[in-house]
C-alpha cells in the first residue's frame, strides 16, 4: 500500500507541475488520459503496434496552423492537432515535410504521431518552452524540463518515421548552479504503457535521446540514433518493463543503451525494477563510455536481459559494461549475451564493477543489504578483433560472489586475456583468441569449469562498508 501511495502522490505532483506550465489545457489533457491509462497498465504485453495500425482518425498539423518554415514556433498547432486526436478517440497526426520549431509536446492515448519523409521536428533553443515537473536523472526523482516530446500516463502511443526528430543542441549538458533543473531529454514517456517508436533518426548533443521511465511494453525499432559529448546516450530505459530493440544504429557520446533502475534508498523502495529487456539486430558505437551499460543505478534491479545478434564498432571503455556498487542493493541477474561482434575498444569487450562504479548517493542502503546480489550471467558465441582485454570482472564483492557466469565460445585477437575474481560456477569453454600477452585467464577466488591452466591474482581492493544512519530513510 505505501508503494502505491507513492505512485499516486508523485503522479499527483507531476500533474500539478504540467497544469502551472503555459500549455495548461494539453497538459490537463495528458492528466485526464492517465486516469483511463491506470485502469489497464500492467504485465500485459499487447504491442504497441497492434493498438496503433488503424487510426480511427488522420489529423495533419498544417490544417491546425503549422507552418514548417523552421522560424515559427509551430508548438500551440501541433499540440492542437494531438488534442485534438485524443479527443476524438484516437488516430494519427501526420506531420508533412518541413522544419517545425517547437517546444515541448506531450502525446496522449491511443495516438500516433508520424513525421512524413523530409519532416524535420526542430526543438527551440529556450528552457521556457519546456514545462517544469518531477523526472528521473541518474536515478533519482528531481525537478527538472520534460522532453521535447514526451507523455505521462498515456497508453497505447508513439512516434514514427521516416521523419527525423532534432534537439536544440544548447539545450544539452547536466544541471548547473546557474541551472540546476535537469535539462531536457529528447523523447521522454513516464508511466505509459504499450509504446510505439519506429523508423525516424534523432539529434541532439550533450542529452538522453530516448528516456522511458515507469513504462510497460516497448518496441524501439529501426531508430538511427545520433547524440553526440557528454552524457548524450542513445536510449535510457529507466524501471520498464517488456522492452524490445531491434534493428537499431546508434552512436553516441556516451552509453548508446542504458539500463537502470533508480539509485539509492528512494530507487530501492520504490523497486521499479528494469526487466524483459531484448536488444537485437543492432549496430552501436560510443565515443566516450560503453555501448551498453547495465547501471550504475541498479537500486530498482535489472533482471531479463538478452543482448543478441549485434556489432559493437567503437567503445571509448567497453562493448559492454556491468556496474553498481555497495549502497545500490537489490540485484542484477539473467543477463544473456549471444552471438555478437566486437571490435575498435579502447579497454576491452567486457567489464563489471561492482565496488564503485557510479556516485554514490546521499542515502545508500547500508551494511549487506546494499550489496547488490548478481547471478547468472551467459555469453556466447563472441567474436572479437583486437580487443585491449577479453574480460576485466575483478570487481566483485566476495560477501556476495557473482554466482554463475559461463563464457562460451569466443574466438578473435585481443592483447590481454580474462580476469575474474570472487565468482562461484564459473564455466569457460572453447576460447580460441590469439595475440595476446602474459596469462589467458587470471583468477582469484573463482570456481567453475574450465578454469585449468589459470594463474593467481591479488584480490581486488574492497570500499568502506556503509553505515546504516542513524535515523530511518524516509520516502518524502
Given amino acids: 500500500m505505501a508503494k502505491d501511495n507513492t505512485r ?3 503522479l499527483k505532483r507531476a500533474g500539478q507541475g504540467l497544469l502551472a506550465a503555459p ?6 489533457g495528458c492528466s485526464t488520459a492517465g486516469s483511463a491509462a491506470k485502469a489497464s497498465v500492467g504485465d500485459n504485453k499487447t504491442t504497441p503496434s497492434s493498438n496503433l495500425g488503424k487510426p480511427s482518425v488522420t489529423l495533419n498539423v498544417r490544417d491546425f496552423g503549422a507552418t514548417g518554415n523552421g522560424t515559427t514556433k509551430d508548438t500551440v498547432a501541433i499540440q492542437q492537432a494531438l488534442d485534438r486526436c485524443w479527443v476524438l478517440g484516437g488516430g494519427e497526426v501526420v506531420v508533412p515535410a518541413g522544419n517545425y520549431l517547437t517546444g515541448a ?15 524535420v521536428l526542430l526543438g527551440t533553443p529556450d528552457f521556457a518552452d519546456y514545462p517544469v515537473m518531477q523526472v528521473r536523472w541518474e536515478g533519482k526523482w528531481i525537478s527538472g524540463h520534460v522532453g521535447l516530446i514526451y507523455a505521462v500516463e498515456a497508453n497505447n502511443i508513439g512516434v514514427v518515421g521516416p521523419g527525423k526528430i532534432m534537439g536544440h543542441h544548447d539545450l544539452g549538458g547536466r544541471p548547473t548552479a546557474e541551472n540546476p533543473l535537469r535539462h531536457p531529454a529528447l523523447i521522454e514517456p513516464i508511466g505509459c504503457n504499450n509504446l510505439r517508436f519506429e523508423d525516424f533518426s534523432t539529434d541532439y548533443f550533450r542529452m538522453w535521446c530516448l528516456h522511458p521511465t515507469y513504462c510497460q511494453n516497448i518496441t524501439i525499432k529501426n531508430l538511427t540514433i545520433r547524440s553526440t559529448g557528454g552524457n548524450g546516450d542513445g536510449i535510457d530505459i529507466d524501471s520498464c518493463k517488456h522492452v524490445r530493440i531491434e534493428g537499431c544504429d546508434i552512436n553516441t557520446g556516451d552509453d548508446c543503451i542504458s539500463l537502470k533502475s533508480g539509485r539509492g534508498m528512494e530507487g530501492y523502495s520504490l523497486l521499479h525494477t528494469t526487466e524483459d529487456v531484448h536488444i537485437s539486430n543492432c549496430t552501436f558505437a560510443d565515443s566516450i563510455f560503453a555501448c551498453i551499460g547495465i547501471g550504475s543505478e541498479t537500486s530498482g534491479g535489472i533482471r531479463n536481459v538478452r543482448i543478441e545478434h549485434c556489432k559493437f564498432t567503437f567503445a571509448q571503455t567497453h562493448a559492454i559494461y556491468i556496474k553498481t556498487r555497495p549502497g545500490r542493493g537489490a540485484f542484477i541477474e539473467d543477463i544473456i549475451v549471444d552471438d555478437i561482434d566486437v571490435t575498435g575498444t579502447v579497454a576491452g569487450f567486457l567489464r563489471f564493477n561492482m565496488l564503485g562504479s557510479g556516485i554514490q548517493d546521499q542515502n545508500p542502503v547500508p551494511g549487506d543489504e546494499g550489496i547488490p546480489t548478481i547471478k547468472n550471467w551467459q555469453f556466447s558465441n563472441i567474436r572479437v578483433k583486437d580487443v585491449p582485454m577479453l574480460v576485466d570482472g575483478t570487481s566483485v564483492h566476495p560477501s556476495k560472489p557473482l554466482e554463475g557466469f559461463s563464457l562460451v565460445n569466443v ?3 585481443c592483447a590481454k586475456g580474462i580476469f575474474l575474481a570472487n565468482v562461484k560456477k564459473a564455466k569457460l569453454r572453447d576460447i580460441n583468441v590469439t595475440g595476446f600477452t602474459g596469462p589467458l585467464l587470471g583468477l582469484s577466488n ?5 578454469l585449468e591452466g589459470a594463474t593467481t591474482i591479488e584480490s581486488p581492493k574492497l570500499p568502506d562498508p556503509v553505515p546504516t544512519p542513524a535515523q530511518p530513510y524516509k520516502l518524502g
Fill in 446 to 450: 573463482v570456481t567453475g569449469s574450465g
Fill in 411 to 413: 574466438t578473435g585477437t
Fill in 23 to 28: 500549455l495548461a489545457s494539453s497538459l490537463l
Fill in 105 to 119: 509536446i506531450a502525446l496522449k492515448s491511443n495516438t500516433l504521431l508520424r513525421f512524413e519523409k523530409d519532416a
Fill in 8 to 10: 499516486r502522490y508523485f
